[in-house]
Structures are given as C-alpha cells and as structure tokens.
C-alpha cells in the first residue's frame, strides 16, 4: 500500500460496487477519500460524507467527481454511458472492466456528448486484494491522457496496491490473465493443499489453518525478502528430502509448467475473445 498521505484521495464517483469495486472502495475508504459517490444496488451503507444512490439515474446534480470509476460486469456498462457522458467531459473514466477497450469506450460515451468532445478513458487492470491494500492494478493510458491525469489515476491506483503501467493496451490482456485473475489460481492452490491435508489423515480445521498460512506466509515471505522466487524455493528443497520429490512430480514438463502455461493463454485468448 502507499504510504499514508496527508491529502484525501479526490472525490470519486465509483460504478459498480461489487467484488472488485468494493474491493477498491474499502481501500479508499481506509486512506481517506474527498466525498465521493457510489452507484451500486446491493451496497447497504457508506460512511459520510460519501452518498450511496441505487442508479446512475439517481446521480446528486450538484456533484463533480475527480475521476468517474467504471467497475461494473463488461455486459452491464451500456446502462451507465448515457449518465456518465456528460461528467466525462470534465473528468477522466478510469475503466476496470475485462475486454472493454478505451476505443470502445470512448466511442460509446461521445456518442452521447457534444460534437468535438473527447472523453479520456485509462484503462486498468487491478485485483482483488486490493481490499487490504495490496493490489496489483496495471494501466494503460491513450495518448490523448494527460500527465495530470495519469498521476491521479496512478495516485487512486496506488492507494490499493502497486502500480505498473503498459504502453502497448493488448498486452492488459496477459495482465488480465497473471494479476487480474491470479488470486483465484493462488486461492485454489490454498483450496488444494486443504484438501490434501484432509484426505493424508488430518482434522479439516487444521488442514486449513495450515493451507492458508503457508500460501499467505510466502507471499509475504516473498514480498518482505525480496528475494527471487525461485531461490526461496530452492531454500525449501534439500537434496533429496521431501520438498524436492514433491516438486519433481509438480515440476515435470507435463505438470505445473505446461498446466499454467495453458491456463494463462486460455485467460488471455478469453480477454481478447472480450474485447472484440
Ligand atoms: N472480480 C475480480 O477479481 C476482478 C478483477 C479485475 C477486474 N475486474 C472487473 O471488474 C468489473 C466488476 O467485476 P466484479 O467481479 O466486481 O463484478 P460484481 O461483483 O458483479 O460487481 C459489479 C457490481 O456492479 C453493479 N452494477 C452493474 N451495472 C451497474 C450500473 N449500471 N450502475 C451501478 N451499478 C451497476 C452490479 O449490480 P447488479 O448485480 O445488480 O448488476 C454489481 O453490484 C468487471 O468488469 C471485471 O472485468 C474484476
């Protein structure tokens, strides 16, 4: 997470307040945001002196987001860009949405703004861990976005987690597949190892206190180290002891390597498939 800062983050209109929004929200919400909007139906609070509406058609009037956050399903955004042009035209669009490209996007909103107006839309890629400040959000910007707010969007990104940004926007699309869903290939290694435990004889409640402690304690091993990966795994595995046996059945060709590898293409064709 950033380091804690003096100045609130800028008000924030968020769209969509579901697993990633709300994700993201919370992280705002604990490094201090300005009053900020969310439009989502099935958030039940938000502390103030942010307001909660039901629809984008339930928007305050008098209200001027710094950044307009889209984050609700790729399907669901057609709703939203008839509301949401006319602040787009002060305010930059930061989209999260899988697949939806900024050409798209920014095609969809224009049609409902001035002629000559351009909306700038910056595209990202964050994940759920967000929640507790240690997100991996990747961005692409168009050429046509500013400094200032590629800072801004960087600055919100930021308070949730690291940031990198892309210069090329196909390649969100591999990121969609390593950051945008590896939680879920990481939580399914916690959900393995518990079920491992439980089928070599243990109690279930301890299968699962040992599965989730030792895939979150070496991620944070790994993050606090910095070391390389693949030394702290060498670190494990004495010669010939019982980490090496596991690993030369997890590490043959036709385990592991080809196994992620597949998985990571077929997450990326997916992201593509989204996005035309
Ligand atoms: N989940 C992840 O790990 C992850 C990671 C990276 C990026 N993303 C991206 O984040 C976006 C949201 O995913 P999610 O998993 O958070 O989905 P989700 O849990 O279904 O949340 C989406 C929320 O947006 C609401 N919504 C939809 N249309 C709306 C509208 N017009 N106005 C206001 N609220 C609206 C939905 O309400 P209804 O159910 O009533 O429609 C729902 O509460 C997706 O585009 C996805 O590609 C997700």
Redesign the pocket.
């Known amino acids: 997470m950033a380091d804690a800062q003096a100045t609130p983050l800028p008000s924030i209109l968020l769209?969509?307040?579901?697993?990633?929004?709300g994700a993201m929200l919370e992280g705002w919400l604990a490094e201090g945001l300005a009053p900020s909007v969310v439009?989502?139906?099935?958030r039940d609070t938000l502390p103030a002196p942010h307001r909660l509406v039901r629809?984008?058609a339930d928007l305050p009037a008098d209200f001027r987001p710094a950044l307009i956050v889209l984050?609700?399903?790729?399907q669901?955004v057609a709703?939203?860009i008839a509301a949401v042009a006319p602040l787009a035209t002060h305010a930059p669009v930061l989209s999260?949405?899988?697949g939806r490209t900024v050409g798209g996007l920014t095609d969809a909103l224009r049609a409902h703004m001035p002629p000559g107006a351009h909306p700038v839309i910056i595209r990202s890629?964050?994940?759920?861990p967000a929640a507790v400040g240690e997100g991996m959000t990747v961005s692409y910007a168009p050429p046509c976005a500013s400094a200032a707010q590629r800072a801004l969007c960087d600055r919100v990104l930021s308070a949730v987690g690291q940031t990198a940004w892309v210069t090329h926007e196909d390649d969100i699309n591999v990121v969609t597949a390593i950051s945008?869903s590896g939680?879920a290939y990481v939580f399914l290694l916690a959900e393995l190892l518990e079920q491992a435990g439980i089928e070599g004889g243990l109690p279930p409640a301890l299968a699962r206190q040992i599965a989730r402690q030792t895939v979150s304690g070496a991620g944070v091993l790994m993050q606090r180290s910095g070391i390389d990966a693949d030394e702290l795994r060498r670190n494990v595995t004495s010669p010939g002891g019982t980490t090496q046996q596991a690993l030369s059945v997890l590490m043959a060709p036709d385990a592991w390597p080809a196994t992620l590898h597949a998985a990571v293409r077929a997450a990326t064709e997916r992201a593509h498939e989204l996005a035309s």
């Open positions: 769209i969509g307040c579901g697993k990633m929004g439009v989502d139906r099935h629809d984008v984050a609700m399903k790729p669901k709703a939203a999260v949405l899988a890629m964050p994940n759920t945008g939680p």
